[in-house]
């Protein structure tokens, strides 16, 4: 299961890639440092106010996470921060990650190998995701009636909602099209 899980993963790096937010959403490099900036003066307020340390390490992880735009893991950044001058143990990898999604920077998303997936979500709006269970593929989608649709029940049901997410797992096209033509036969009915 593994191996054919990192089979998936490779075969799709690069349409992830084309899946990066493009048009308004996407920044151009002072748009983007300005946002790690923000991002960074966010957790600092959030790591002083909880008492927690502020340390380089936590620095270059934030860094390293608002550099992506794709959906990845925590073993996948602690690789890329294996080795060179901003060398990251992979304990604090995955301890930074969790108090980032406690700072609201960071969401947790599992796919359906139930690995836990990250991504920044600290100045981009709110979106939701479509996940492909045969290549793994992440495609997010922004839908103003679904949003309305889930304030309405949250309201009948007499809810306060603080998040919400949506995944829905499936079968992309770029898969469905790879996927050998099944022939139905339909019964006849009198």
């Known amino acids: 299961m593994k191996t054919k899980y990192k089979q998936r993963r490779r075969d799709v790096a690069q349409s992830r890639a084309d899946d990066a937010p493009v048009g308004k959403d996407h920044k151009d ?76 920077l960071v969401r947790e998303l599992r796919d359906s190998d139930v690995h836990v997936h990250y991504e920044h979500v600290f100045g981009h709006e709110h979106h939701e995701h479509l996940i492909c269970n045969e290549c793994g593929r992440f495609v ?18 007499g809810f306060r909602p603080t998040s919400h997410r949506v995944v829905v797992f499936g079968t992309c096209m770029e898969c469905q099209a790879k996927a050998k033509p099944t022939t139905v036969i339909m019964k006849k009915t009198s």
């Open 29 to 104: 490099a002072a748009q983007k440092d300005a946002i790690t900036h923000e991002a960074w003066k966010v957790f600092e307020a959030y790591l002083k106010n909880n008492g927690d340390r502020l340390t380089e390490a936590r620095r270059i992880i934030l860094r390293q996470v608002f550099e992506r735009h794709d959906h990845f893991r925590a073993d996948e950044l602690a690789a890329d921060l294996v080795g060179g001058v901003n060398r990251v143990s992979r304990g604090t990898v995955y301890r930074t990650l969790a108090l980032m999604v406690q700072a609201g």
């Open 140 to 157: 997010e989608f922004q839908d103003q009636d679904v949003e309305v649709r889930l304030m309405d029940v949250c309201r009948k049901k």
